[in-house]
């Protein structure tokens, strides 16, 4: 079994009455990229404010590298780079002396990698946070957090401002860092994202985990997107096993079907003559909605 | 050039509209100042204080501050109202009229306002016109009110047209402050550079005609500061200073013209220069950076309190017709038969200033806690920095800007007093340091207080300044005889501070008091480590 890097047991966080996490059990291994994903309030933040060590869980133990989240904080950090979420920078310096005073306040600074980092990310340092946008703002933090030498790396919606160009960028270089065999921890709302550079996710709701696992695994959960055409009219679909949403468009019909009777519903369509055959894996995006009921799901 | 204007009208509509409520506060607070003290000032000291209070303006130190003593062989109330206010109304106005051009011109030019205006049918000119008779319309306003405010007082020495002249003096004033700020928005491209530099330009004119009023009158009547005092308002009253006022503000704003009308929108004549790449090493460190956010106020305030001790020191060289001039101040300095007047009066200074200097270390350990609330405080401790450290960086910034402050007050003290004293006797810094140093172990357990609340009650740290303006009553107030029961300045740290030279140095009171202030630290500091950073 691989080391963990991240680990929660029951945590619970509770700001006054309201809980804002709800014993959530997270395992995260070392060299992995786990992308954490919920909507807004679902209690992403609040979750890596924790691991940080910034706030006190409240029930529940948080470690990192086998460390507490609490009392270890500081030799946890020596580790760790860590990009916010919502990023305010001081208005009076400039990015440049931001940059080098996060890098400076966990380790060493690698200057080759910060010139390169800054041009990758195409940020001229020398202007005052003040004038920079919200985009602007993320990349200081990408650029401090990844120049330097850290084994994990937790990211907290970390392209929300950024522009697509910039939003590739940053998925190259994540996958660089993946294949130097570092650690991510990545929160987000970007499922295409986190589709593309995650081994692992979690999906959080209302302080709840209520999903974790490989993509692979999440998706035997949901149902391909089918379409198709054939020469008879096919007959019979309305009554079979895992079919939903059935709808006839010009010479022929498209549905959903569940993952695991997509093999019967197969064999029975081959019986009348199939011309064309269209089937969809279902997306990240498919899990997460079915999740948030945001389409009619089970 | 024909219809560089067009529309002007409109965009002073616009202009007026939006300025509806800021306008008339500042008009409101300024009125209130100038035309409320009026009859203060005339009532509060006869003919024979008013005389003596003149004596006391008249050395170099006092006159470049306040300028030169104008009529003290028959010093009137007017006269001394126009010694007194017109300098620091002008500030204030000059602020005002920076702040409305420059909301105006290049602020709304940043936000990208200008540009839609500038896509409508609109002359190229026409914004900074508007702006510009905006500031017409509000200085007039201001000017008329004043004139007649203060002449409806009915005050002897203060007539009517001797008041217009007052008003018309201000407004010109401020109009010129207006046109500064609207050059200066066509020279930069940042709204925040322009109004730097025009305030950097009123307080260079302050200086220049504080270093003229002294030795150079040619120096004076170059700042418009020094050329409008010369108007000598109520005494005798001359009109030509504001002509020339205006005459140079006609030129500035048609230098501001011609330069608007030859850039490019959004850019400026000379561009902002970029800043650092890097970090200097200084800054690389958390209570690096806990200096550098601090290090302006702390040195600003500094210099401040400097100023303060030294103006009050400036008094000193005619400090018994001062002090006597009025019981209230009598009280206030107290007397006794051992120490002359000028030994009780800086046992005074100290203890006030010492109050204002207190303020700095509170605003400096406080900063904390505006760093947590604008989510600044999460990049420091979501690092390798521990957050006994990270607030011990503050508590340690707190100590060296009380030991600052407090040199401050003894250096401004002295350095009046050598000027104006011809032997200072026994107020030699030594014994000036010595006597507000002894203010620190005090200053230290408001700075534990504090520290205790950022750790134990983040939300309420605010109550520190309740804690701290009742010590300020109870010291203060508490120095007239009788007023406040005797308990009161028991239950703050500065009633135990000793008042040299009246009281000796107590040094077990002066180490109680630091320990107190080292267990509120420490007991501050463990409730930190254990709170939730982000409050
Ligand atoms: N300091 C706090 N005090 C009170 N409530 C908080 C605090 N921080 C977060 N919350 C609440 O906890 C919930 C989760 O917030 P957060 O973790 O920021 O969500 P996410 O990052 O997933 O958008 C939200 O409802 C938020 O309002
Ligand atoms: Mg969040």
């Known amino acids: ?298 | 050039m024909r219809g560089n204007f067009e529309n002007t009208g409109k965009l002073v509509r616009l202009i007026l509209r939006r300025e509806r409520v800021m306008s008339a506060v500042w008009l409101a607070v300024l009125l209130l100042f100038m035309v409320g003290l009026a009859p203060a000032l005339g009532s509060l000291f006869d003919d024979a204080a008013r005389a003596a209070y003149a004596e006391t303006l008249k050395n170099p130190a006092m006159i470049a501050l306040m300028g030169p003593v104008y009529g003290s062989d028959n010093y009137t109330a007017g006269a001394m109202y126009s010694n007194a206010m017109l300098l620091w109304v002008i500030i204030a106005v000059a602020v005002m009229n920076i702040l409305l051009a420059i909301r105006h011109t290049r602020a709304d030019e940043e936000r990208g306002r200008t540009e839609i205006v500038r896509s409508a049918p609109t002359g190229r000119l026409a914004n900074l016109n508007a702006a510009m008779i905006t500031a017409v319309i509000v200085n007039s306003a201001l000017a008329l009110l004043t004139g007649l405010g203060i002449a409806v007082m009915g005050i002897d020495s203060m007539g009517f047209t001797d008041s217009m002249l007052y008003g018309v003096a201000v407004g010109v004033s401020g109009l010129f402050f207006a046109a500064v700020a609207a050059l200066f928005s066509q020279v930069f491209a940042s709204a925040r550079t322009a109004v730097m530099f025009s305030l950097a330009a009123l307080g260079l004119f302050y200086l220049m005609r504080a270093a003229g009023d002294m030795s150079s009158e040619a120096l004076s009547l170059i700042s418009p500061m020094g050329l409008i005092q010369r108007a000598q308002i109520y005494v005798e009253n001359y009109w030509w200073p504001v002509l020339v006022l205006l005459l140079e503000t006609s030129a500035v704003v048609a230098v501001a013209y011609t330069l608007n009308a030859r850039r490019d929108m959004g850019q400026g004549f000379i561009s902002a220069k970029p800043g650092r790449r890097e970090a200097s090493s200084s800054l690389r460190s958390a209570f690096g950076l806990t200096f550098r956010l601090s290090q302006n106020t702390i040195a600003l305030c500094s210099l401040g309190i400097f100023l303060l001790g030294a103006s009050y020191g400036a008094i000193l060289g005619d400090i018994e017709s001062f002090v006597t001039s009025s019981d209230w101040y009598m009280q206030i300095v107290g007397t006794d038969p051992n120490y002359t007047t000028a030994q009780m009066f800086v046992s005074m200074v100290i203890s006030l200033t010492s109050l204002m200097a207190l303020a700095v270390v509170l605003i400096t350990i406080l900063k904390l806690r505006s760093e947590e609330r604008d989510g600044y405080a999460e990049h420091v401790l979501s690092r390798a920095v521990s957050r006994r450290r990270y607030l011990l960086g503050y508590v340690v910034l707190a100590l060296v800007a009380s030991v600052l402050v407090q040199c401050a007050i003894a250096v401004g003290l002295y350095a009046s007093a050598v000027a104006v004293l011809p032997d200072p006797g026994t107020l030699t810094l030594g014994y000036l340091m010595k006597a507000t140093l002894v203010y620190l172990p005090a200053m230290w357990v408001m700075l534990g207080a504090a520290v205790l609340l950022i750790g134990l009650a983040p939300k309420a740290t605010a109550a520190i300044w309740g804690y701290y303006g009742f010590t300020f009553f109870a010291i203060f107030i508490g120095r007239l005889p009788n007023l406040l029961p005797g308990w009161l300045d028991r239950i703050t740290p500065f009633g135990y501070v000793p008042q040299l030279p009246v009281d000796h140095v107590n040094l077990a009171m002066l180490a109680a008091l630091t320990s107190l202030a080292a267990v509120l630290v420490v007991g501050g500091v463990v409730f930190y480590g254990k709170r939730d950073a982000v409050t």
């Open chain 1, 1 to 298: 079994m691989p080391a963990l890097s991240l680990e929660t047991v029951k945590l619970t966080k509770r700001f006054g009455r309201f809980t804002a996490l709800n014993g959530i059990d997270l395992k995260v291994n070392e060299g992995e990229v786990f992308g954490y994903i919920g909507p807004n309030g679902a209690g992403k933040t609040t979750t890596i404010r924790v691991l940080l060590g910034i706030i006190q869980a409240s029930e529940g133990s948080a470690q990192v590298f086998g460390m507490d989240a609490w009392k270890d904080a500081v030799e946890i950090h020596k580790r760790v780079a860590y990009v916010p979420g919502d990023v305010s920078l001081w208005p009076n310096l400039t990015g440049g002396e931001v940059i080098d005073l996060f890098v400076s306040l966990r380790g060493k600074l690698d200057r080759t990698r910060r010139e390169k980092l800054l041009k990758m990310f195409d940020l001229d340092p020398s202007k005052k946070c003040r004038s920079y946008s919200k985009g602007n703002r993320q990349k200081v933090a990408l650029v401090a957090a990844f120049a330097s030498d850290a084994d994990l790396y937790i990211l907290d919606e970390p392209t929300s401002g950024l522009d697509p160009i910039m939003g590739q960028v940053f998925q190259e270089y994540v996958l660089e860092q993946k294949n130097n065999g570092k650690g991510i921890f990545l929160s987000s709302h970007i499922l295409s994202e986190v589709e593309r550079l995650c081994d692992r996710v979690g999906i959080i709701r209302d302080g709840k985990l209520v999903e974790t696992g490989t993509l692979s695994q999440l998706r035997h959960l949901t149902r391909f997107s089918m379409s198709v055409e054939t020469e008879n009219p096919i007959e019979g679909l309305e009554g079979m096993r895992g079919v939903y949403g059935i709808s006839s468009e010009r010479g022929g019909v498209s549905f959903q079907v569940d993952s695991a009777e997509i093999g019967s519903v197969v064999a029975h369509i081959s019986r009348f003559k199939v011309v064309k055959l269209e089937s969809m894996p279902p997306t990240l995006e498919d899990l997460f909605m079915r999740h948030y009921n945001v389409r009619g799901g089970t």
